[in-house]
């Protein structure tokens, strides 16, 4: 991950952590569902850890969470 994109993820990680808790699902149920550990999608929330995802991750997480996969990427300045 590039640190000139670090805003950016933080950003992504806690529209995940927003939607997740949304749906009121766990980081376990979540990590289950997409075949990934909770210590990954915790790493993917925190909002001091910079934690990459490919965009498979991405698909996969929208999906779960029946969001689409743009209002993740909707970043504020």
Do not use: W
């Not at 000139?4 to 990680?13: D, I, M, N």
């Not at 993917?44 to 969001?67: G, H, M, Q, R, Y």
Request: hydrophobic share 45%.
């Amino acid at each position: 991950m590039k640190k000139t994109y670090a805003s950016e993820y933080r950003q992504l990680g806690l529209k995940i952590a927003y939607y997740r808790k949304y749906r009121g699902l766990t980081q376990e149920q979540l990590a289950e569902r997409i075949d990934k550990s909770a210590a990954f999608i915790g790493h993917v929330e925190a909002p001091n850890i910079n934690k990459a995802i490919s965009l498979d991750t991405l698909f996969d997480i929208a999906a779960v969470l029946e969001i689409p996969v743009h209002k993740f990427l909707l970043f504020e300045e």
